[in-house]
């Protein structure tokens, strides 16, 4: 799938994970797990030849909407509360991540282990960074609530707050035009 407004990689891998649903009822990729392996596979969250349990793919989810609501935050909707957060702390202490050194002495950071559990906390990592370097609070979910797509937000002002402007923005727009039409006589 290509994003209409990518962030920049390693963060991409968190947005990806995020856009792996299409709310509020449309397909999810990791509903099965015949469907979820070759994504998991292609995304680094699983080694080639693995196949999801059905608790893992569960947890996966629970992660996924973990992350939603940070994204929610970031575009300033309500901090995420101690449910959201679970499943992203408890891949934060179930997991440990290994540091190494690449050819250019470029310090990394990667899972230490090689189950979908544990290769999670690269994910945390890669928030970690996007947290110092400040491009963290500009990948954010969509504020159409329904939509909730995560989005990477390039404007100047840091003030997108729509995944797509001709979609979800004009969308809602009508609707709040008709919901006050409704409510007595258009302004
Ligand atoms: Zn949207």
Redesign the pocket.
């Known amino acids: 799938m290509t994003e209409t407004k990518p962030a920049p990689w390693p963060l991409a891998r968190v947005q990806a994970l995020v856009n792996t649903v299409e709310l509020p009822a449309g397909p999810d990729r990791l509903a099965r797990a015949d469907e979820a392996a070759p994504w998991l596979i292609d995304h680094g969250l699983l080694s080639a030849g693995a196949s999801p349990t059905p608790d893992e793919l569960e947890f996966l989810r629970e992660v996924r909407e973990g992350l939603r609501a940070l994204l929610v935050h970031n575009a300033g909707g309500a901090a995420p509360g101690p449910r959201a957060l679970r499943p992203l702390r408890d891949v934060a202490q179930g997991a440990t991540a290994l540091a190494g050194l690449d050819a250019d002495g470029q310090v990394t950071l990667s899972a230490s282990g090689d189950s979908l559990r544990e290769r999670l906390v690269e994910l945390l990592v890669v928030i970690r960074d996007a947290q110092r370097d400040g491009s963290w609070s500009r990948l954010k979910a969509?504020a159409?609530d329904e939509?909730a797509?995560a989005f990477y937000d390039r404007s100047r002002n840091h003030g997108g707050i729509?995944?797509?402007m001709a979609?979800?923005g004009n969308k809602l727009k009508n609707r709040e035009f008709r919901a006050r039409r409704r409510a007595g006589g258009a302004r």
């Open positions: 969509c159409n939509c797509w729509w995944c797509d979609d979800c």
